[in-house]
């Protein structure tokens, strides 16, 4: 997308609210790969996403700095909660800084840990879940999950395009790419979905469980 029809349209969206701007800033001065980040128009169809399934019960995996987390958040019902998983514990402090400073503490479940490991713990069903992990796990978190969501409930997943990787040659050392095509072509063929990939920053899939 040219960068000025991007910024024509993040011009037109509504402006990031304070808490996500500094959430943003710290990530990009603090993180050694900030781009990981939702970012502000990826995090606005997170937030309008989820207010417009207004779900009970939100799965994420993979918590990064917490951004995305506090926009899925934003569509929850009354009483309603989201569990984000994060592996790296060395992010728990600012991940919990600024569920605090977002007034989401009742709101969001941190879980740190692997998310294969404790996904089967739950019993709760889901009615939307995030996967925004590490890609080469993709497909595993995918059939994971997806007998936890509710019938008519969604997954969306996030780097679906890989920067065109997907179409390209796979170096056979590059376990990320071929977890997303292996994901991406699972996906495709499951007859218990329907889905749909968006061609936003890096490629979200949205899908719909029958």
């Given at each position: ?54 779900p009970e ?63 089967p713990k ?51 050392d590059d ?36």
């Amino acid at each position: 997308m040219e960068k000025e029809i991007l910024q024509y349209i993040i011009n037109h969206t509504d402006r990031e609210d304070d808490v996500l701007a500094k959430l943003s800033r710290e990530t990009h001065l603090k993180t050694v790969q900030p781009r990981m980040l939702s970012g502000h128009y990826q995090g606005k169809l997170l937030e309008f996403i989820s207010k417009m399934i207004h779900p009970e019960k939100i799965l994420e995996i993979g918590t990064f700095t917490g951004y995305s987390a506090i926009c899925l958040a934003k569509g929850l019902k009354d009483g309603g909660l989201l569990y984000t998983i994060e592996v790296n514990d060395e992010r728990e402090n600012i991940i919990k800084k600024y569920i605090e400073k977002s007034g989401m503490e009742s709101k969001i479940k941190l879980l740190i840990g692997d998310a294969k490991d404790i996904i089967p713990k739950f019993e709760e069903t889901f009615d939307l879940v995030f996967i925004d992990a590490d890609k080469s796990e993709y497909l595993g978190y995918y059939k994971a999950v997806t007998d936890k969501v509710r019938k008519g409930g969604f997954i969306i997943a996030d780097n679906v395009l890989w920067d065109g990787k997907v179409i390209e040659n796979i170096q056979e050392d590059d376990e990320s790419t071929k977890g997303i095509v292996s994901f991406n072509d699972f996906v495709r063929n499951d007859k218990r979905v329907e889905k749909i990939i968006l061609p936003i920053r890096d490629g979200l899939m949205l899908i719909r469980k029958k």
